[in-house]
T-cell receptor, first 112, second 113 residues
Framework: GAGVSQSPSNKVTEKGKDVELRCDPI?????LYWYRQSLGQGLEFLIY????????KSGLPSDRFSAERTGGSVSTLTIQRTQQEDSAVYLC??????????FGPGTRLTVL | GENVEQHPSTLSVQEGDSAVIKCTYS??????FPWYKQELGKGPQLIID?????GEKKDQRIAVTLNKTAKHFSLHITETQPEDSAVYFC????????????FGKGTKLSVKP
């Protein structure tokens, strides 16, 4: 089957605009993560969804960031009033609850 | 919470040589340690992982070792090839947040032909 997919692959926006990033996890995977990767840096944890449990939002950097996961499948990461420091690659990963996590190709966000 | 340190940040080797990347972790409750390879413009790809009940795991030219007492684990790549050039990330499960992974900052490996 298909792997994790993310859209768009690239997004350029103006400072102050809102953006939505989408993640389609592997079918049947109960858990889903969002990470942020700034240029040349490691992966910064943002948020984690596991089944019907309340998401772990401890990594969200500010209240401008939010995420939801509808029907236990597709997830959307929303960044409101974007700032230049939000420019990064946003990565999504899913896994079935044990074992390896599988990453998508990422969305490169550029805030002008 | 978990903290993962990774060294070195950059590593350059000649083709055919071995490469070793080391990571330490802080949370004794961590029980899962994957390694990812990230090529330019792509998402990280899992290359090998190890659980805390195992001390070593091999897959062809790649091996991972785990020392639970010292809380460190290492990636070993033998007979390196130019296509091994990439950024490698280690990670450890966060014992306090079920299922979460905390990543090291990455090692940029360059294999010179």
């Amino acid at each position: 089957g298909a792997g994790v997919s993310q859209s768009p692959s690239n997004k350029v926006t103006e400072k102050g605009k809102d953006v939505e990033l989408r993640c389609d996890p592997i079918s049947g995977h109960t858990a889903l993560y969002w990470y942020r990767q700034s240029l040349g840096q490691g992966l910064e944890f943002l948020i984690y969804f596991q089944g019907n449990s309340a998401p772990d939002k401890s990594g969200l950097p500010s209240d401008r960031f939010s995420a939801e996961r509808t029907g236990g499948s597709v997830s959307t990461l929303t960044i409101q009033r974007t700032q230049q420091e939000d420019s990064a690659v946003y990565l999504c990963a899913s896994y079935p609850g044990s074992g390896p996590r599988f990453f998508g190709p990422g969305t490169r966000l550029t805030v002008l | 919470g978990e903290n993962v340190e990774q060294h070195p940040s950059t590593l350059s080797v000649q083709e055919g040589d071995s490469a070793v990347i080391k990571c330490t972790y802080s949370d004794s409750a961590s029980n899962y340690f994957p390694w990812y390879k990230q090529e330019l413009g792509k998402g990280p790809q899992l290359i090998i992982d190890i659980r805390s009940n195992v001390g070593e795991k091999k897959d062809q030219r790649i091996a991972v070792t785990l020392n639970k007492t010292a809380k460190h684990f290492s990636l070993h790549i033998t007979e390196t090839q130019p296509e091994d050039s990439a950024v490698y990330f280690c990670a450890a499960s966060d014992g306090g947040s079920q299922g979460n992974l905390i990543f090291g900052k990455g090692t940029k490996l360059s294999v010179k032909p």
